[in-house]
């Protein structure tokens, strides 16, 4: 069986129907499946599910988007912070590695969570 992609389009509705749901609910979400236990709201738990299959998926099939083109500019950036003998590289390049850096965090806790939400067993989905 072929996955297909999701589009744009329904990326971003996917993406702004989980904005809609409040921060504390979100939370409470990735902090009970963390415990392995759903939501108890069905319509918070549907979103968390279907953002965390949205996220967990691939967005293209560029090699923009892989998790070693990303750690590879993070030390390249970083790489070219300590090395560099002149200042203007050295301090651009060391706030671009470390934002990289923050970002690769970022995404590594977000599939974290969205993997924890996918595991919880659900009967109805």
């Not at 236990?37 to 319509?43: K, L």
């Given at each position: 069986m072929t996955e297909t992609r999701l589009t744009r389009r329904e990326r971003r509705a996917i993406a702004a129907e989980w904005r809609e749901v409040p921060f504390k609910a979100r939370r409470?979400?990735?902090?009970?499946?963390?415990?392995?236990?759903?939501?108890?709201?069905?319509?918070?738990?549907?979103?968390?599910?279907?953002?965390?299959?949205m996220a967990l998926q691939e967005p293209s099939s560029s090699f923009l988007y892989t998790r070693t083109f990303q750690v590879m500019l993070t030390m390249t950036l970083l790489l070219i912070a300590v090395l560099w003998a002149e200042p203007f590289p050295r301090w651009t390049s060391g706030i671009g590695g470390s934002a990289c850096l923050l970002l690769l965090i970022f995404d590594w806790d977000l599939k974290r969570d969205a993997r924890r939400i996918l595991a919880v067993p659900r009967t109805d989905c």
């Open positions: 409470e979400a990735a902090r009970l499946a963390k415990r392995g236990e759903r939501h108890p709201d069905g319509s918070v738990d549907a979103a968390a599910v279907r953002f965390s299959r």
